[in-house]
């Protein structure tokens, strides 16, 4: 018995990883397709020695736990950013 190769077929994309204060928002709110964090208006910048970046309906402290990035896929909460 033979096994069919298959050439040219790029291997799988590895899906990112996100905290788990992102995917419980995910699951609590869904998502919004297209927009990241750093689209909406609930991102908030705390300024320190440099700028660190907390979610509205997130948790809230001064410890790098509840940091968020702006890079992130926007949950269903999201509400551009008035420019």
């Known amino acids: 018995m033979t096994q069919q190769l298959?050439?040219?077929t790029p291997p799988a994309q590895p899906?990112?990883?996100y905290p788990r204060r992102l995917t419980d928002m995910h699951a609590v709110y869904g998502r919004t397709?297209?927009?990241t964090c750093g689209q909406?208006?609930?991102?908030?910048g705390?300024?320190?020695s440099r700028v660190y970046y907390k979610c509205a309906y997130g948790p809230q402290s001064a410890?790098?736990?509840t940091d968020w990035r702006k890079s992130w896929?926007?949950?269903?909460?999201f509400e551009e950013e008035a420019q």
């Open 15 to 17: 899906q990112p990883r």
């Open 6 to 8: 298959t050439f040219g």
């Open 33 to 35: 397709p297209g927009h």
């Open 73 to 77: 896929p926007a949950c269903g909460r």
């Open 40 to 44: 909406c208006t609930h991102l908030v």
């Open 46 to 48: 705390r300024r320190y």
């Open 63 to 65: 410890s790098p736990a």
